[in-house]
Nanobody, 123 residues
Framework: QVQLVESGGDLVQPGGSLRLSCVAS????????VGWYRQAPGKQRQLVAT???????QYVDSVKGRFTISRDNAKNTVYLQMNSLKPEDTAVYYC?????????????????WGQGTQVTVSS
């Protein structure tokens, strides 16, 4: 079975930095577009950044210039480097990926979510 696991969340002071990781495991053939989302208490889940298989990136306006999404296809890993963190960045951050994998002798494609990692920005 395919799994996505996020890590790297922590408590950090305003202006600080964190790097989140999202690792995919299982009988993976390929990983298409990956997105980082976040959900603050009482708010809807928000798309933060995406990266395509070829490395094309997009960001929500509120994180442009501060966050960088990248991927290491050999390690089935996507990163989110977050700099100049603000209190409003506080949220649970989730990884979402469209993954091609083997199951029952066939290739198939599904969308997967990780369990989330907490980022808290506070002094």
């Amino acid at each position: 079975q395919v799994q996505l696991v996020e890590s790297g969340g922590d408590l950090v002071q305003p202006g600080g930095s964190l790097r989140l990781s999202c690792v995919a495991s299982g009988s993976i053939y390929g990983i298409n577009t990956v997105g980082w989302y976040r959900q603050a208490p009482g708010k809807q889940r928000q798309l933060v950044a995406t990266i395509t298989m070829s490395g094309g990136t997009q960001y929500v306006d509120s994180v442009k210039g501060r966050f960088t999404i990248s991927r290491d296809n050999a390690k089935n890993t996507v990163y989110l480097q977050m700099n100049s963190l603000k209190p409003e960045d506080t949220a649970v951050y989730y990884c979402n990926a469209e993954i091609q994998y083997y199951t029952g002798g066939y290739y198939t494609v599904d969308n997967f979510w990780g369990q989330g990692t907490q980022v808290t920005v506070s002094s």
